[in-house]
Nanobody, 115 residues
């Protein structure tokens, strides 16, 4: 299965920006959708944004206008540009690649936004 590695998380002040990257190893043939999810302590893992191989995007209402998902199919990489960060964005962010018969997850990267 595809192995994913996230990077780019860290500590940032409210109003700041971060750019997350997720690199997939091996062949991504058959992958239909790539996405970013986040999970705060005591809460469920929720979709932040997703993108298809063709570039169609979807995002949660809470991040519309602030976060942008993009991908580079040739590099097997998906990005999440996060602007105007808020303390409520604090969570572990996970990358996901979805195929027709399996779903691959990264180990997550911590994003902490201070007020």
């Amino acid at each position: 299965q595809v192995q994913l590695v996230e990077s780019g998380g860290g500590l940032v002040q409210a109003g700041g920006s971060l750019r997350l990257s997720c690199v997939a190893s091996g062949s991504t043939f058959g992958i239909t959708t790539m996405g970013w999810y986040r999970q705060a302590p005591g809460k469920q893992r929720d979709l932040v944004a997703s993108i298809t191989r063709g570039g169609s995007t979807n995002s949660a209402d809470s991040v519309k206008g602030r976060f942008t998902i993009s991908r580079d199919n040739a590099k097997n990489t998906v990005y999440l540009q996060m602007n105007s960060l808020k303390p409520e964005d604090t969570a572990v962010y996970y990358c996901n690649f979805q195929g027709p018969w399996y779903s691959s997850w990264g180990q997550g990267t911590q994003v902490t936004v201070s007020s």
